[in-house]
């Protein structure tokens, strides 16, 4: 992710690329970041330290390297980009606690299409009403390190909101031993194949028809484009956390 949003980014004229971070020990630590994304040298070196004072910093790393670099963002003022998912509630609660000294944009995925998905999907469920199982799935590739994926997550917190349900009540993940169907549950499936790059589908069904909502992620490229624009959007903006459904809908 890092990559496509620096050759991306090095392509187009609205941003200016400033600082490339890694983990200490790196093997691309000192390397030019527009040769390591194809992009050629731009002059900005992989580095453990945060180089300038951008206007915005993008952060696709790990739930410990995102507390850092909140910290650090948050000390400096600047305005934060992150797509690090599996947090826990605890970290989840300092990127709040950041959120009301800087400009954050968290969302468990950036693409454009998944995120209209999100509204969709709970307009679907709100409007098809108790009558309809839900089922969501999720399909991405065998080193994803979270599963479900954030992104089923937030397809599921989508679906309780717009229908009143508490999340911790209705997930239930798999069907291992589980028979007759509760009423009102939602059921979660992940599956981990290859290269997938991210498969979700939100299925609604009653006792006569289904309804399926869906996403296909062809390449990393619509993730990274996708934090480029909530980066333009963020930055300068007064603090808050907010999601890719404010940069998207106001």
Known sequence: MGRRIAALALGDERFEL????????????????????GAGACGVAVSEA??????????????????KWVGEAAGRRLAAVIGTTGLTESQLAAVADAGGRIAIVHAPNFSIGVN?????????????????????????????????????????????EATGRDPAEALVH??????PRRVGEIGM?????????????????NLGETVMLGHSAHTRETFARGA?????????RDPGLYTMQDVLFG
Do not use: N
């Open 18 to 37: 400033v600082s490339a971070l890694e983990t200490a020990g790196h093997e691309a630590m000192g390397t030019d970041v527009g040769l390591l994304c």
């Open 50 to 67: 945060l180089q300038d004072d951008p206007d915005c910093l993008i952060d696709f790393s790990t739930p410990e390297g995102t507390l």
């Open 116 to 160: 209209l998905l999100f509204r969709l999907a709970g307009e679907v469920a709100r409007t098809l009403g108790a009558d309809y199982d839900v089922e969501i799935a999720e399909m991405h590739h065998r080193f994803k390190k979270d599963a479900p994926s954030g992104t089923a997550l937030g397809l599921a917190r989508s679906v309780c």
């Open 174 to 179: 798999g069907r291992g031993g589980r028979s």
């Open 189 to 205: 499936h992940a599956v981990r194949l290859g290269d997938t790059v991210g498969e979700h589908r939100v299925y609604f069904g």
């Open 228 to 236: 480029l624009r909530a980066a333009e959007w963020a930055a300068g």
